[in-house]
Nanobody, 124 residues
Framework: QVQLVESGGGLVQAGGSLRLSCAAS?????????MGWFRQAPGKEREFVAA????????SYQDSVKGRFTISRDGAENSVYLQMNSLKPEDTAIYYC????????????????WGQGTQVTVSS
């Protein structure tokens, strides 16, 4: 069973930075998985933030975070990271790490595996 454990959330002032980490376990390799991040703000629907292919390093971002957030992965550590810079109050949300086995050239429509989430709060 795949398990995803997030860490690195917290409280930061607008303009600041945070780095989220996601430790993945339950597979000998995640080379056939797409990993990513979603977020959910209070009273809003869960939304896609960023994704990365495990082996090729291909990435995708939501338009509102392009140029501010960077997703990366460490195959040796089975970890995925989200570096968040120039944070805004509207980035406040619970951030979830996700994973999906994927063989296509595009991106998954759904993700089977979800972490428990980590809270990110950006004060103005």
């Amino acid at each position: 069973q795949v398990q995803l454990v997030e860490s690195g959330g917290g409280l930061v002032q607008a303009g600041g930075s945070l780095r989220l980490s996601c430790a993945a376990s339950g597979r000998s390799t995640f080379s056939r998985h797409v990993m990513g991040w979603f977020r959910q703000a209070p009273g809003k629907e869960r939304e896609f933030v960023a994704a990365i292919t495990w082996s090729g390093g291909r990435t995708s971002y939501q338009d509102s975070v392009k140029g501010r957030f960077t997703i990366s992965r460490d195959g040796a550590e089975n970890s995925v990271y989200l570096q968040m810079n120039s944070l805004k109050p509207e980035d406040t949300a619970i951030y979830y790490c996700v994973a999906q086995m994927w063989y296509g050239s595009g991106w998954p429509d759904e993700y089977l595996y979800w972490g428990q989430g980590t809270q990110v709060t950006v004060s103005s």
